[in-house]
């Protein structure tokens, strides 16, 4: 049986009522039926309690990217500029997931925003427009791009720690990566490893050291390029590979009860 994925879902406003809504990109449900190989499940930004009573039936994590930002009090942080977008149902939601996640051994894979959430559930905190800080690039897209392969392109280099399966995935010392975000790692999270940085020293890959399970963030989305760029393809199938690991585990215990 294929590994039951889970999707981090936004809470956003649909239709001429601006209804809220619980939503993902369709990349993301793309991606894991794709290199994967799992089935998505889209997971509501329902708040705290739905960690314990969903984690038992996932087989992996996926946190997705989002324009929203996290919530500067969850990291000790100055109020955000006016008109920063938030989702604190999101915030409610994801960060005690992660923390459960990762305390299971669950394959997690963290992507832009998902990949702050990370930083954040574990202790770490955000700069929160990276562009503004002297000396640092500017690592967003403008949102009114019109052409979606300029908005998605690749827009820098990253530099990749010498050892560890990342540097394995990409077969170089440097990879080019898109680059649509704000928001970055400040203070990172002690349980983090880097194994990525921009060229100016922006952190933008991770992994969770110790983790008992496959535990990364990249800062980038691969998920809009991964059916033409190798690198991209194969961070999914290596999650896909730990998930369905951990799938085959599961079944193993259920079948024995």
Same mark, same amino acid.
């Given at each position: ?31 894991? +039926?794709?290199?994967?190989? =799992?089935?998505?499940? &889209?997971?509501? $930004?329902? #708040?705290?309690? !739905?960690?314990?009573? @969903? ?53 997690? +894979?963290?992507?832009?925003? =998902?990949?702050?959430? &990370?930083?954040? $559930?574990? #202790?770490?905190? !955000?700069?929160?427009? @990276? ?127």
């Amino acid at each position: 049986m294929r590994p039951m994925v889970g999707i981090s879902c936004c809470v956003k406003a649909f239709g001429i009522f601006q209804t809220p809504n619980h939503a993902a990109s369709d990349h993301y449900v793309r991606v894991v +039926l794709g290199p994967v190989g =799992g089935v998505p499940v &889209l997971l509501p $930004a329902a #708040g705290e309690g !739905l960690a314990a009573d @969903i984690l038992p039936r996932l087989d992996g994590l996926l946190l997705t990217g989002s324009r929203s930002n996290v919530w500067p009090g969850h990291y000790g942080g100055p109020a955000h500029a006016e008109g920063t977008p938030e989702d604190p149902q999101r915030d409610s939601t994801t960060l005690p997931l992660i923390r459960a996640a990762i305390q299971a051994g669950l394959p997690l +894979l963290a992507i832009c925003r =998902g990949m702050q959430e &990370l930083n954040v $559930a574990l #202790g770490g905190s !955000l700069d929160q427009r @990276i562009q503004d800080l002297p000396g640092r690039m500017d690592h967003s897209t403008p949102t009114d791009q019109p052409i979606p392969l300029v908005r998605t392109g690749k827009a820098h280099a990253v530099r990749l720690a010498p050892a560890g399966l990342l540097r394995e995935l990409a077969g170089a010392e440097e990879v080019p990566v898109n680059s649509l975000h704000n928001q970055g790692v400040q203070r990172l999270a002690p349980r983090l490893e880097p194994m990525g940085w921009a060229p100016d020293g922006t952190i933008e890959a991770v992994q969770v050291r110790g983790a008992a399970g496959f535990a990364w963030g990249v800062q980038w989305h691969p998920e809009y390029d991964w059916e033409r760029d190798g690198f991209s393809r194969r961070i999914f199938e290596a999650f896909g590979a730990a998930c369905a690991a951990w799938a085959a585990r599961r079944h193993l215990r259920q079948a024995a009860e």
